[in-house]
């Protein structure tokens, strides 16, 4: 636990508050994955297992909006059962949540894919088939007022898809630091414009976008693989689902630097898409994954830099 974490005094009391009963048992817990974005306990009140978590920032949400929706769809998510947007002692939101025990979703490259890929898909569709009704953005805690964005390039809100990637801000970084060109710059500054045709022409559907495939968002059985809870409903947006679904495209089919086994084939069949990842919008998919995340966090003189830096510039051409 970090020093600015909050002590077990600070979380009996908030579990109090949060249950209007006193826990019986509460101790710090670190999910073996994830989890990076909140400080969790486990605790028991009224002999039954929970877990608290409480944001590390005031402001940003538990992502109670996700957990309503997926509920409705049946999807297997954990009961949320007290929910606070300031109960933290600096104002964070806290939420407490049924403990569902198995192990999370994680493997790496010679390893076996721990779950059956055709219920991820038949799982995400579903999440996937619910009509948001709401502008684009983060759903965060309260759809009424969405100010959080987990990224200062998306988002918060817009009335159309093309209007939440602000591709205008990440043109002028890229610029700045010398891997696009100024005529570069300026292609992708214009993406969304002249693609709102194709961008637009969906309803805000509910996306996961939380690498939902793994890093812990899957809670496995440990003897059969079956998921038993999808967790991490943080960064759960209305948009369109080839956002989502570009994201396994990207870590099963375009990136080269590592090599998980992952039966895209069974995962599609089963979600039901026959989607082109090189299409126009699989290209400016691609392309977003690159500039809004990857490359924020690659070393540009690094292979994985070098490689996303050309695979942007490649992009642009693409798409001219």
Request: with cysteine; charged share 25%.
């Amino acid at each position: 636990m970090q020093d600015d974490a909050p002590s077990l005094p600070q979380a009996h009391a908030i579990a109090r508050e949060l249950l209007k009963a006193t826990a019986e048992r509460l101790a710090p817990f670190r999910p073996a994955v994830g989890g990076d974005d909140s400080w969790s306990f486990r605790l028991w009140c009224g002999g039954r297992p929970m877990l608290l978590k409480v944001k590390r920032r005031p402001g940003s949400p538990v992502g109670v909006c996700f957990y309503r929706r997926a509920r409705e769809a049946g999807v297997p998510v954990p009961e949320l059962l007290a929910f606070s947007p300031d109960a933290g002692p600096r104002g964070e939101a806290c939420a407490v949540w049924e403990w569902v025990d198995g192990v999370p979703a994680e493997w790496g490259e010679g390893e076996a894919c721990p779950y059956d890929e055709a219920e991820l898909g038949r799982l995400l569709r579903r999440v996937h088939d619910v009509r948001c009704g709401l502008p684009y953005g983060l759903l965060g805690d309260d759809p009424a007022s969405r100010g959080y964005t987990s990224h200062p390039d998306l988002g918060p809100v817009s009335d159309t898809w093309s209007g939440f990637f602000h591709c205008d801000a990440a043109a002028r970084r890229g610029r700045d630091a010398g891997y696009l060109t100024p005529g570069e710059a300026k292609a992708l500054a214009s993406l969304p414009r002249r693609m709102a045709g194709e961008l637009d022409a969906a309803d805000p559907r509910l996306l996961h976008m939380g690498d939902i495939m793994f890093h812990g968002n899957m809670l496995l059985d440990p003897n059969t693989g079956r998921i038993r809870a999808v967790v991490d409903y943080v960064e759960s947006t209305a948009g369109h689902p080839r956002w989502e679904l570009a994201w396994f495209d990207f870590y099963f089919g375009q990136y080269p630097c590592e090599d998980l086994a992952f039966d895209m084939a069974r995962f599609r069949a089963a979600y039901g898409t026959d989607h082109d990842p090189c299409d126009r919008l699989g290209r400016f998919y691609l392309l977003a994954v690159l500039v809004f995340e990857k490359l924020l966090f690659y070393r540009p003189d690094s292979l994985r830099g070098r490689w996303a830096i050309g695979c942007v510039r490649d992009t642009l051409r693409q798409l001219a």
